[in-house]
């Protein structure tokens, strides 16, 4: 595994994008809407990681929620894995638990996964795989 981005709840992609460009010295790669899961995306490259900028597309988002109850801030932490599915499996066994039962699209052509924050000590964790 390695950490293949962060995820921050932002209220405005607009500002944040201006933000993180003057912050990081270079503008976003993409960006991204993953209309399912009500977000907006704005993706940095940096080194071996990334940067992904999360706005709520809607007021049902999780994101606009996590933004009511949090305010704006670190999301999720996304740990890159070359085999999902045994990662999941491995996972399962060890007993933690997912927030689904499948992976599913994400955003950057990856399929993702999040494990249930009350089994890694409040930290949503995103399991992504690039597809093939
Ligand atoms: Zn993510």
Redesign the pocket.
């Known amino acids: 595994m390695k950490i293949e ?1 962060l ?1 921050i709840a932002v209220k405005s992609l607009q500002k944040s994008d201006e933000l993180f460009a003057k912050l990081l010295g270079k503008e976003n790669y993409k960006q991204e809407s993953v209309e399912r899961e009500g977000v907006t ?1 704005s993706f940095y490259e940096l080194g071996d990681s990334k940067i ?1 900028l ?1 706005e709520a597309a809607n007021p049902e988002s999780p994101i606009a929620k996590f933004l009511d109850k949090r305010g704006e801030g670190i999301h ?1 932490v ?1 740990f890159g894995v070359e085999n999902i599915g045994a990662e999941i499996e491995r996972l399962k066994a060890a007993g933690f638990q997912f927030l689904s039962e499948e992976p599913k699209d ?2 950057d052509n990856k399929l ?1 996964i999040f494990l249930h924050p009350k089994s890694t000590n409040g930290i949503l964790v ?1 399991l ?1 795989q690039e597809k093939p």
């Open positions: 981005h995820g995306t992904e999360l999720h996304a994400g955003a993702i995103e992504c």
